[in-house]
């Protein structure tokens, strides 16, 4: 199964950028893993931007990938959940699991109907970049669950 991340535009802060590749390099162990930015608005107001990158975070997705969207409004889980999630996904001999993440304005309709779920990290609000982070960190932990290594005790 690959695994795909789609957020809108870069990591800029140069810490969270290497350990976000650590994690990377990490889950490539496990899984074929791929990032997407897709490019940011600029000079629109935050409805047509939402509207726009929302548009760009769609247009690389294949009918029969899974997306999962990370919104505040979304289902709080644990991770031990998020592995089994990943783990039914697999076993379902999925071809390609898609985390999507929005810009500065969140999600368009239109991303979070095409979703299949929509979760959210916490109840508190993280910036951009680090959600990337800790999405990142939580594939690969619920990928050390799913093959029992010992990363996440």
């Known amino acids: 199964m690959k695994i795909i991340l789609r957020w809108v535009g870069k990591t800029k802060n140069p810490w969270l950028a290497r350990l976000i590749e650590d994690y990377h390099s990490r ?30 975070l769609l ?3 294949d ?12 289902q709080q889980i644990g991770s031990e959940r998020f592995a089994e999630i ?4 697999r076993e379902h001999s999925l071809k390609k699991l898609v985390f999507v993440l929005g810009g500065a304005g969140g999600l368009s309709s ?3 109907s095409r979703c299949q779920r ?36």
């Not at 009918?63 to 979304?74: E, H, M, T």
């Not at 990943?86 to 996904?89: D, L, S, Y």
């Not at 929509?118 to 594939?139: C, D, G, K, P, Y």
């Open 27 to 56: 889950i490539r162990h496990f899984s074929e893993v791929t990032f997407s930015e897709v490019k940011p608005t600029q000079g629109l107001d935050i409805t047509q931007s939402v509207l726009v990158e929302g548009s760009r």
């Open 110 to 112: 239109a991303v979070k």
């Open 86 to 89: 990943i783990a039914e996904r």
């Open 118 to 153: 929509l979760i959210s990290l916490s109840s508190m609000t993280f910036n951009h970049e680090m959600a990337r982070l800790i999405l990142v960190e939580q594939i690969y932990r619920a990928l050390t669950l799913v093959n029992q290594h010992p990363y996440h005790k």
């Open 59 to 61: 247009s690389k997705i």
């Open 63 to 74: 009918r029969d990938d899974y997306l999962i969207a990370l919104d505040p409004l979304g």
